[in-house]
């Protein structure tokens, strides 16, 4: 059974910084794009960052950029994603999520275009 297990949210004042990891298994997702999209309350969930199997490729959301980086360690079949600079409006809850095609050169941007999904973790930023 595949499973994506995030963790690493917490509650952090605005400037801070948190490490989110997500420690996939059942499969190894070494030759696959990962992701993190993220859903505040009363909104849709959305991307947030995300690389290519190799890592070389990564993208961000534009809210994001500069603050957040997404990094993988296929060693250890796991996704990161580093929160510096840590706004109020980046409250929400973090979901990593991995996609099954093999090796695409461009990772999905899209929520639907992933296969995997974790349950999330919650990250709450105070003012």
């Known amino acids: 059974q595949v499973q994506l297990v995030e963790s690493g949210g917490g509650l952090v004042q605005a400037g801070g910084s948190l490490r989110l990891s997500c420690a996939a298994s059942g499969r190894t997702f070494s030759s696959n794009a990962m992701g993190w999209f993220r859903q505040a309350p009363g909104k849709e969930r959305e991307f947030v960052a995300a690389c290519n199997w190799s890592g070389a490729n990564t993208y961000y959301a534009d809210s994001v950029k500069g603050r957040f980086t997404i990094s993988r360690d296929k060693a250890k079949n796991t996704v990161f994603l580093q929160m510096d600079s840590l706004k109020p409006e980046d409250t929400a809850v973090y979901y990593c999520?991995?996609?099954?095609?093999?090796?695409?050169?461009?990772?999905?941007?899209?929520?639907?275009?992933?296969?995997?999904w974790g349950q999330g973790t919650q990250v709450t930023v105070s003012s």
């Open positions: 999520a991995a996609d099954s095609a093999y090796r695409s050169y461009y990772p999905p941007l899209i929520s639907h275009e992933y296969d995997y």
